[in-house]
């Protein structure tokens, strides 16, 4: 997952679609089909940190390990940035923009947000001043209060923000679409699809 994500960052300063490479790797028979993404959840992202432990203990240092694990930890921050980008691209003002999160969880359908990096985006859109809404269909809210002081609104309105970040592939964001997405925004938005859950040129900007 870390060299596709390196990839897709190499891609998106080239100006290719990651998705249409990635299909065309497909098209040899023996093709791992990952794809880049935020790196959350109880095991991917938390094991490789007990075999470092364990290398670095008998006097090993891992570095392909660690290094993997450095690009994954940071692509909360790429995102942000690259959303940012997007924004005043536009002309949107980033500070006081309404910026809607789609999804909370680590994956898709399912209500598991243990060590999930969408929080990451949350933090760091924050920063730059965005007021920033979460929905999340699949979580609970009163968990998501807990654990990361987020609390997930029931319903995004429609029409009100400045930009939307489709974070997590949840079957109901499949089916809501690119115009339902759309309805939720402002005449003049970006769209982040980070999950291809619409075809290329069609969302503003993907991973």
Same mark, same amino acid.
């Given at each position: 997952?870390?060299?596709? $994500?390196? /990839?897709?960052?190499?891609?998106?300063?080239? =100006?290719?679609?990651?998705?249409? *490479?990635l299909?065309?790797a497909? &098209?040899?028979? $023996?093709? /791992?089909?990952?794809?880049?993404?935020?790196? =959350?959840?109880?095991?991917?992202? *938390?094991?490789?940190?007990?075999? &470092?432990?364990?290398?670095?203990?008998?006097?090993?240092?891992?570095?392909?390990?660690?290094?993997?694990?450095?690009?994954?930890?940071?692509?909360?921050?790429?995102?942000?940035?690259?959303?940012?980008k997007?924004l005043?691209?536009?002309?949107?003002?980033?500070?006081?923009?309404?910026?809607?999160?789609?999804?909370?969880?680590?994956?898709?359908?399912?209500?598991d947000?243990?060590?999930?990096?969408?929080?990451?985006?949350?933090?760091?859109?924050?920063?730059?001043?965005?007021?920033?809404?979460?929905?999340?269909?699949?979580?609970?809210?009163?968990?998501?209060?807990?654990?990361?002081?987020?609390?997930?609104?029931?319903?995004?309105?429609?029409?009100?923000?400045?930009?939307?970040?489709?974070?997590?592939?949840?079957?109901?964001?499949?089916?809501?679409?690119?115009?339902?997405?759309?309805?939720?925004?402002?005449?003049?938005?970006?769209?982040?699809?980070?999950?291809?859950?619409v075809?290329?040129?069609?969302?503003?900007?993907?991973?």
């Open positions: 997952i870390a060299l596709i $994500n390196e /990839l897709a960052m190499i891609f998106n300063r080239m =100006g290719i679609d990651t998705e249409a *490479v299909k065309a497909g &098209t040899k028979w $023996n093709f /791992l089909p990952f794809r880049p993404g935020l790196v =959350g959840g109880h095991c991917i992202g *938390v094991d490789p940190y007990y075999l &470092t432990h364990k290398a670095e203990s008998i006097g090993y240092h891992p570095e392909m390990i660690l290094a993997g694990r450095r690009i994954n930890d940071n692509m909360s921050r790429y995102v942000a940035s690259e959303f940012v997007a005043l691209q536009k002309g949107i003002t980033v500070k006081g923009a309404r910026v809607l999160i789609m999804g909370l969880t680590f994956k898709e359908n399912c209500p947000i243990r060590n999930t990096k969408v929080v990451d985006i949350i933090k760091e859109l924050k920063e730059f001043g965005a007021n920033v809404d979460v929905y999340d269909p699949w979580v609970n809210v009163e968990e998501a209060q807990h654990e990361y002081g987020v609390t997930p609104i029931a319903t995004p309105q429609e029409s009100v923000y400045d930009g939307v970040v489709v974070a997590v592939a949840h079957r109901q964001f499949k089916h809501l679409g690119i115009e339902g997405i759309k309805q939720l925004s402002k005449l003049e938005h970006v769209i982040y699809d980070l999950k291809y859950i075809d290329a040129g069609i969302a503003d900007i993907r991973l």
